[in-house]
């Protein structure tokens, strides 16, 4: 496909600032998906958001589904977060010391997911699931661990075998830098494929310590598991005595409040959160059985700290938006509504015109996947035709619509946006996929 760049606006300010970051930052970015290299063009520099909206440097607002990546389920700036960071901020912004703050968002936590028993906070996500197999680790003095072909789990070594996300997108599913003995002890499994599961547990007999998996996939696209498959891994963890960890970074309070285990009904072992539970500042958390967790230094042998953990901004931010999300019942409805509409909208869109996509949604969760039939697993991820989605991205950016810009990634709706925005949208995504299928 070789569709030009539709550009009826001036980005003069953003090509700019990235000329200068090129020349600061590796690839001009700080996290290899921003680069847009995957989409072609240049990446737009933020000024503003608010609600479902988002302001780049040269005034251009669009309608944002990335939602910095899916923290901001209330929306961009929701006045009680907003005001909370404020408060805080005249309080202190860093301590290095506990506070009651991070007593009251653990609780927030808890309260809405029965299986974590207790808690550990951290930065970011890499650091809770790099964490949380460390405990698994040390709980069944055992090395080897099972991850699944496109699944992403922060750039930890451990994680940065056949992985998804920005690794997919750059096609670099192995990371240089990581040590071949380190690789050697990640088995890959493919999602929702458990007799590939099973012929990793033969391969290292009493050897492996965890299974780690995004219950919902998010970092290949939108991947739901099918039916059983989460149960299956809940039962041959079991059986070999190895631990079940989901990582819920992306999930956690997205796709159900109590994240991806209530809806499906699977408790794991240990859960891993990011995103919401920050109320879109940088944090992380894990946490599970209390006997494993209870392994976990200063109380146990498994050492694991972090000089900022449970930063204040964060945790009132956090709190924040957890109180508010649990204070209106009905906002996973409504996330549930729109998202129902959002695919219907795009499937009668691609019915009418005969085009060989499709759309997978899990909740607030989606993705529009440039091949025919289904998407179970990273195999078939892969096979998506990327050049047309790359047309497709810079048509509705074009059209006031910001994406993911990379097919192998989640786009999130909020619960500022509207039956008005969904149906903006659904027309930018016509007149999109036209030239796309051009």
Not at 330 to 336: D, K
Not at 382 to 393: E, G, I, K, N
Not at 395 to 409: D, I, N, T
Request: hydrophobic share 45%; charged share 15%.
């Amino acid at each position: 496909m070789t569709l030009p760049i539709p550009d009826s606006v001036d980005r003069a300010e953003s090509r700019r600032l990235f000329a200068r970051a090129s020349v600061l930052f590796p690839g001009g970015v700080n996290s290899p998906v921003r680069a847009f290299r995957s989409v072609g063009g240049e990446p737009v520099f933020i000024a503003s958001a608010s609600g479902a909206r988002i302001t780049d440097e040269d005034g251009r607002t669009y309608l944002d589904y990335i939602g910095s990546w899916g923290p901001m389920l209330l929306g961009h700036s929701h006045p009680a977060i907003v005001e909370a960071i404020r408060e805080q901020a005249g309080r202190g912004t860093s301590f290095g010391a506990p506070t009651r703050l991070e007593i009251e968002l653990a609780d927030a936590v808890m309260a809405a997911v029965p299986s974590v028993e207790r808690l550990r906070l951290v930065n970011s996500g890499t650091e809770a699931t790099m964490a949380a197999v460390r405990v698994a680790r040390g709980a069944t003095g055992r090395s080897a661990i099972v991850k699944f072909e496109g699944c992403y789990h922060g750039h930890a070594d451990t994680f940065l075998i056949k992985a998804g996300s920005g690794a997919a997108t750059m096609g670099v599913p192995d990371s240089a830098g990581v040590p071949a003995a380190t690789a050697a002890t990640t088995l890959t499994a493919s999602f929702n494929d458990l007799a590939s599961v099973e012929r990793c547990f033969d391969a290292a007999p009493g050897g492996v310590a965890a299974v780690i998996v995004e219950p919902v996939v998010g970092n290949m696209g939108v991947v739901a598991p099918a039916a059983g498959f989460l149960e299956g891994l809940r039962e041959l963890t079991a059986a070999h005595g190895a631990v079940l960890i989901f990582d819920e970074v992306m999930t956690g309070f997205r796709v159900a409040h109590g994240g991806a285990q209530q809806r499906y009904g699977v408790q794991p072992d240990l859960t891993t959160f990011g995103k919401i539970i920050g109320g879109g500042l940088p944090v992380g958390a894990y946490g599970g059985r209390r006997d494993l967790m209870a392994l976990v230094a200063p109380e146990g042998p498994v050492y694991q700290a972090g000089t900022l953990s449970g930063n204040p901004l964060a945790m009132a931010a956090g709190l924040a938006a957890l109180t508010a999300i649990a204070g209106d019942p009905s906002i996973y409805t409504r996330l549930e509504g729109l998202g129902a509409a959002l695919e219907a909208a795009l499937t009668a869109i691609i019915a009418r015109r005969g085009f060989p996509c499709g759309v997978a949604r899990v909740g607030s969760m989606w993705t529009l996947f440039f091949r025919q039939g289904p998407v179970r697993n990273w195999a078939d991820a892969s096979a998506c035709d990327t050049a047309r989605f790359a047309v497709y991205f810079r048509e509705m950016l074009h059209r006031g619509v910001m994406l993911a810009p990379s097919q192998f990634e989640a786009n999130f709706i909020s619960a500022a946006h509207t039956g008005a925005d969904i149906a903006e949208t659904a027309a930018s995504a016509a007149a999109a996929l036209d030239r796309a299928y051009a």
